[in-house]
């Protein structure tokens, strides 16, 4: 479990994620460039920086207001990009897994200040960088071993609502 601190955080919350046995890692804020936004969305380009995490191989993220339910190991075995479609045939930022790449994160970055953020905020942009989002192939976690190490990797692949729902599609799927 790896926390990215950045700006702002006191050093005693800083403490308190270490003992909570988080890996710490001091970051920088990605400025929002968006003139509208809500004011919460201030910090939040920041998450863009996932995709800097080059030390590690995958990174499977998870907003703070999420709860983990069962083992999301699957998510690992996703190739670059995985997000689910919520509520909507845009991609939700919530859950996401991620193929750090420097390559990627550096195109990002030069696109950052131009492309629109129908939200304001992170969502928006990786709405705009991933076009075509809605007509990704479905992620498929138990596609045999041999099967994805012979496929060439998708740019982007769809998470099954199982991975990101909220109390919203379970009032629409049970109707009370
Ligand atoms: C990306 O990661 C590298 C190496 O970890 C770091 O030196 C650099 O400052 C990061 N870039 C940004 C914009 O945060």
Not at 29 to 44: D, H, T
Request: hydrophobic share 40%; proline share 4%.
């Amino acid at each position: 479990m790896v926390v990215l601190v950045s700006d702002g955080v006191s050093d005693y919350a800083t403490k308190l994620l270490q003992a909570d046995g988080w890996i710490v890692e001091l970051i920088s804020l990605l400025a929002n460039p968006n003139q509208i936004k809500p004011k919460r969305f201030w910090g939040v380009y920041t998450k863009l920086k996932i995709f800097n995490m080059t030390n590690y191989k995958k990174v499977v993220y998870f907003d703070a207001d999420t709860i983990v339910v069962r083992s999301v190991e699957d998510l690992f075995k996703c190739g670059k990009f995985c997000a689910n479609l919520k509520h909507s045939e845009r991609l939700n930022s919530g859950v996401l897994a991620v193929e750090p790449s420097q390559t990627v994160f550096n195109d990002m970055m030069t696109e950052v200040n131009t492309l629109p953020s129908y939200t304001g905020g992170d969502q928006g942009f990786l709405n705009s960088y991933y076009a075509g989002f809605a007509n990704a192939h479905v992620f498929e976690p138990d596609l045999p071993q041999k099967v994805l190490d012979s496929r060439s990797v998708p740019e982007m692949e769809r998470l099954s609502t199982l991975y990101n729902a909220d109390v919203g599609l379970y009032i629409l799927a049970n109707k009370v």
